[in-house]
C-alpha cells in the first residue's frame, strides 16, 4: 500500500474555462433581465419627445346670413304688396331682399346670389328672350355692387347687401288681352351664400 500523500487531481484546464464561461454568460443574461426590468421591457433605442403646439386652438370661420328683410316696390319705389299689387303691360315691380353677410376666414371666398326656382327662371328666361318682359338683379353693400353675383370675402364681414330683381313688362309685346289675370307664385325665391 502506497503511503505518499496524495493530492487531488486538479480538473482538466478545457472543463476549468468552459465553467468561467458558463458562470460569465449567467452574469451577463442576469445582467441584461435588469436592464429590460429597468427600461420598461422593450429592446429600444434612445428616444425623446419635446411637447409642441399645446397652447395653440385652430378655429374655423363662418360663412352664414342673418337680419334678412324682405319688400316690394313698384317702378317708382312706392312700396307695394304684391298679394294684392295688379302689374299691368309698361310696369316694373322691385323684389328687395336685404341680409346681413357673416364672412370670417383669411382665405375665405364666395358668392351671395338671389335665385328664383328654376321652372320660374326657365319660364322668364323665355319670355325676356321673346321680348315680353326684362329681368335683372343687382346685389350692392356700401361698398360695390354687382350684377347677378356678389362676391363675398372677409373684408365683407358685417356688411348688409341688398338684391334688387327687377322685373318689367314691356308693354309694346303686348296685344289683345294677352296675360290678363294671369299669376305666378315666386315661392321657393332664396338669398344663397356659398363658398367658392
Known sequence: MNTAAQTP?????????????????????????????????????????????????V?????????????????????????????VPGDTIELHASTTVIAKGNNLQGSLELQLPAQLQQEIDA???????????????????????????ASDNGDTVTAVASFTWQADKTTGSAGENMSKSLSGTKLVLAQQ
Open 127 to 153: 319670355l325676356e328672350k321673346a321680348g315680353y318682359v326684362s329681368y335683372d338683379v343687382t346685389l350692392s353693400s356700401d361698398e360695390k355692387s354687382t350684377q347677378n353675383s356678389f362676391p363675398v370675402t
Open 9 to 57: 487531481q486538479s480538473e482538466s484546464p478545457g472543463r476549468d474555462g468552459k465553467n468561467r464561461r458558463a458562470g460569465k454568460a449567467v452574469l451577463a443574461g442576469t445582467v441584461a433581465v435588469g436592464l429590460l426590468a429597468a427600461g420598461g421591457g422593450t429592446f429600444s433605442k434612445w428616444s425623446e419627445e419635446h411637447a409642441v403646439a399645446s397652447d395653440d386652438i
Open 59 to 87: 378655429t374655423a370661420g363662418e360663412l352664414s346670413m342673418e337680419n334678412t328683410t324682405v319688400f316690394w316696390t313698384d317702378g317708382a319705389g312706392k312700396d307695394i304688396d304684391p298679394a294684392t299689387y295688379k302689374i
